[in-house]
C-alpha cells in the first residue's frame, strides 16, 4: 500500500523526465523506444493505482515532505486513477502504432517530437493526479503548449494556422481558469482542492463565488470542446499528425471534463454548484447542442479525419449530458463514456491513419474503394464505428445503455429520443465512409494501395478487441465509473 | 472612496477587456499575440492585487516591520509569467512559421488561402 503511494507520482515524473532526455537522443529509432517504454512503464503504475484505490482507498503524496496545504499533494482517488489508467493505456498503444507514420509525417528532428508527445502527456496526467488548483493550471498549460507545438509539426501549411487558433483559443481557456483560481485563493488563503472546500463560504451567496464558478466553467469548457466553443477543434485534429490526432483525441478533451467535475463536485461541492448557476439546464442545453451540431456537421465533412472530430464534438455531448442530470448515475455514464469514447475514438484514429499512410489522403475521393485493398483496415473502422454508434455487444452501446437508464432515472424521458435520434445520425456518417470504402468501384486512375503490414494494423485491433472486451466484460469501466461517480459525488447526489 | 480605493481592480477590468477585445477583433496575429499578453498581465495584477495587506511592507525581514504582504501571489505569479512567456514565444513562433508558409500574417489573407488549399 504504502510502496503504491511512493511509486504514484512517477506515473507523471516518468514522462515529464523522459522528455528532455528525449531530445537529446539522435536517430529515430531511441527516441521513440524511450517514449514507448516510458508510457508503457507509467501504465502498469497506473494499473496497479487503480488496482489500489478500487474499493474507495485515497492515496496522497506530499512533494518534499511538505505536508498540504503548505505542499503541493497529489490526490488519488478511482475519479483520477480511472482517467489515469486511461491515458497511459491508450498511448502506450498508439505509439508503437505511430512509429512508421511519424517516420513519414515529421521525418526530421524526432528527438524533439517524442519529447513534445511526452510533455503533453505528462501535463495531462499530471492534471489529472494531482490535489492542487494551481498546479492544475501550470499542467494544463505544459500540455498544452506542448499539444500546440504538435500540431503544427502536420505536412499541411493549414496546421500551422490551426495551431495558432487553437493557441489563441486555449490561452484565453486557461487564463479564465486562473481567474477562477485567483478568486478561489482570495476567498479561501488556500490551494490545496481540499483545503478550499472545507473554507469556502458556499452559504453565505458570495458574489465573487459565483463568478469564479463561472470562469472555471467557462475556461474549462474552451478546452472540453462543448458546443459551442469548440471552434478549435476540427482544424486542429485535422491537420495534426495522425498519431497526435489519435493521442489528442482520445485524452485531452476528456481530462479537461475530469478537471470540470472535480471543480464542480469536489472543490464547489454540488449543492453549491447547481443552485448558485444554473449550471444543470446551461450544460444540459449544450450537451444537446454538441450532439446535435457535432453529429450533423459531422455528416457533412468531405475529409474523413475531420469528420471524425466533429463526432468528437457530439460525443463530448454525450459525456456533459451524463454530468448535467445531476445525478450519481448520470456522472457513471459520464465517466463510463469518457473511458469508452476514448477507447473508440483511439481506434477509429489509428484506422483512419493507416488509409491516410497508404492513400496519401483522407477525401472521400481518396477512399473510393480502398475497402478491397485494405479489408484489415477498413474491417477495423467498421467494428470502431459499430461501438461508436453504440450498437451491441460494444463498448459504446454500454455507456449508451447507462446514459439512456440515468436519463430515465432521472425522470428526462424525452432525452431517450434525442440520444436514439443522434446515435441514428452517428450510424449515417459511419455507413457512408463504408459505403464509400466497400460499395463503390475503385477509380482507374487511383493510385494502387496495398493492406497496411500486421505490425501497423496489430494496435488497432488491440483497440477493436478493447471495445469489444469492455462491451461484454464490464467489471472494470463500469465498476471504475462507478467508484469514480462515487468518489467524485461523495454521497451528495441522489 | 470605495472607488478609488479599488483602483487596482477597475484596472484590471479595463486591461482585460483591451486584451479581449485586441485579441478577437484585430486581424494581424501579431496584435492577436499582443492582446494575449495583455489579457494575461490583467490576471496577473488581479492575482498580487489580492495579496497586498494593508499597511503592510514589502515580504522581506526588517528589523522593525511586523506586518508583510503576502508573498505567495508572487511566487504563483512568477510561475504563471513564465508560463505566459512560454505562451507568447509558441505564439510568435508560429506566427514566423505562418508567415514563411502563407506570406502574410493577416486573418483574411490566410483565409483566402486555406479556402485556395480546400479547393486542390
Known sequence: MSSITELMPFIVLIPLIAGPVCVLLPGRGLPWLLATLAMISAFIISAFVLAAVFDGDTLRYAFGDWPPPVGIEYRVDAANAFVALLITGVSAILLPWGKPLVDDEVPERQGSFYALVLIALAGLLGITLTGDVFNVFVFLEISSLATYGLIAHGRDRRALIAAFRYLIMGTVGATFLLIGIAVLYILTGSLNMLDIAERLPVNEGSRALDVGLGFIVVGLSIKLALFPLHHWLPNAYTYAPSLISALIAATATKVALYVMLRFIFDVFGPAYSFTALPLAAGLMALAIGSMFAGSWLAILQSNLKRMLAYSSVAQVGYMVLGVSLTTVSGLTASFLHLFNHGLMKAALFASAGLMAYRCGGLGMNDLRGIGRQMPWTLTGFALAGVSLIGLPPTAGFISKWYLLTAAVDAGQIWLVGLILITSLMALLYIARVIEIAWMQPRPDDAPAVEEAHWTLLLPVWVLVAANFWFGIDTRLTVGGATRAAEALSSGALP | ?120
Request: aromatic share 8%.
Open chain 2, 1 to 120: 472612496m470605495t472607488l478609488i480605493s479599488m483602483v487596482n481592480y477597475w484596472a484590471v477590468i479595463v486591461l482585460m477587456m483591451t486584451g479581449y477585445y485586441c485579441m478577437i477583433v484585430r486581424g494581424n496575429m501579431i496584435k492577436k499575440v499582443i492582446g494575449l499578453g495583455i489579457f494575461q498581465t490583467s490576471v496577473f495584477i488581479l492575482f498580487i492585487s489580492a495579496g497586498k495587506v494593508n499597511g503592510g511592507s514589502t515580504p522581506v525581514l526588517r528589523d522593525g516591520v511586523d506586518l508583510y504582504s503576502n508573498p505567495l501571489p508572487h511566487v504563483l505569479i512568477l510561475t504563471a509569467i513564465v508560463v505566459g512567456i512560454a505562451t507568447t514565444a509558441v505564439a510568435l513562433a508560429l506566427t514566423v512559421r505562418i508567415r514563411e508558409a502563407y506570406g502574410s500574417i493577416d486573418d483574411d489573407d490566410i483565409d483566402a488561402a486555406a479556402e485556395e488549399d480546400d479547393r486542390v
